[in-house]
């Protein structure tokens, strides 16, 4: 496992970002994956603005910032290389259900990043994800009351969270307490994939507007000459991944955040 981690410290080195390996040492990580290696991207002039740690849709695996690449050098970023596949037995459903999104160890590791980063720039953290990502976001806000303190603000965009079909929402609302935050909700109008569909991300919106005591916006992407999504399952949805219209999501999570620091 480390061996791997070094050789990922050798590979990217682009000119304004750099890896950098996080301990996983809060009481719920799981010790087989006691590091988890980080990359972070340096906003291209220095400020005080947040750090917006990003939490990528699928296994989880990938360093890309995207669909957020139009946000990437406004502020610093970090992205996270999860160690597992956090995808892992959810194409096998049908309710669009990431159990792996759950674990409570996806969201003391989640936690662990957020502390490191929080302590090292002395800057507020705002948490974010597309898809299975979203899911990821709001298992960290459900994990402790206390997990919301630790930061200032939630995007969360083409949320994989369940199935319109069977009409099923798989957050864990009743375990999110004291929440305050500033919360946006992207979502493409032609995302109609079965576990990320518009209308369940409305419903997302209504269920987070009941008990988030800060701002819950929802805001609909509509740009692009895609049709709506059909084929959903392994990064097919363009949509769903925003692959036209991320010139358009970034401006509005630029806005969203600028209105809400």
């Known amino acids: 496992m480390k061996k791997l981690l070094l050789i990922f410290l050798i590979i990217?080195?682009?000119n304004f970002s750099f890896s950098e390996i996080v301990p996983c040492n809060e009481p719920k990580c799981d010790k087989k994956f006691d590091l988890t290696l980080t990359r972070f991207i340096e906003a291209k002039e220095k400020n005080d603005k947040p750090i917006i740690v990003w939490l990528s849709g699928g296994t989880g695996q990938f360093f890309s910032t995207d669909p957020l690449s139009e946000v990437e050098g406004r502020y610093d970023m970090v992205v996270m290389f999860n160690p597992?596949?956090?995808?892992?037995?959810?194409q096998k459903r049908s309710d669009g259900y990431a159990?792996?999104?759950y674990k409570p160890d996806q969201a003391d590791r989640i936690k662990s990043i957020i502390k490191f980063y929080k302590e090292k720039y002395k800057k507020p953290i705002w948490l974010g994800g597309q898809s299975f990502g979203a899911a990821r976001t709001l298992a960290y806000l459900s994990a402790s009351p206390d997990n919301s303190k630790l930061i200032s603000g939630v995007i969360l965009a083409a949320s994989g969270i369940g199935s319109v079909k069977n009409n099923t929402i798989k957050v864990p609302f009743r375990k999110i307490k004291d929440l305050n935050l500033p919360i946006g909700i992207f979502h493409h109008i032609r995302d109609i994939c079965d576990n990320s569909h518009y209308i369940t991300a409305k419903k997302l919106n209504k269920r987070?507007?009941?008990?988030n005591l800060g701002k819950t916006q929802f805001i609909s992407i509509e740009s692009g000459n895609f049709p709506k999504d059909k084929k959903c399952k392994g990064g097919k949805g363009k949509n769903h991944s925003f692959q036209d219209s991320r010139k358009e999501l970034g401006e509005e999570v630029i806005k969203f955040?600028?209105?809400?620091i």
Do not use: D
């Not at 597992?84 to 959810?90: H, Q």
């Not at 987070?208 to 008990?211: R, S």
């Not at 955040?257 to 809400?260: K, S, T």
């Open 257 to 260: 955040i600028e209105q809400n």
């Open 99 to 101: 159990p792996m999104a």
């Open 84 to 90: 597992y596949n956090i995808s892992s037995g959810s």
């Open 208 to 211: 987070l507007e009941k008990i």
């Open 12 to 14: 990217l080195k682009p």
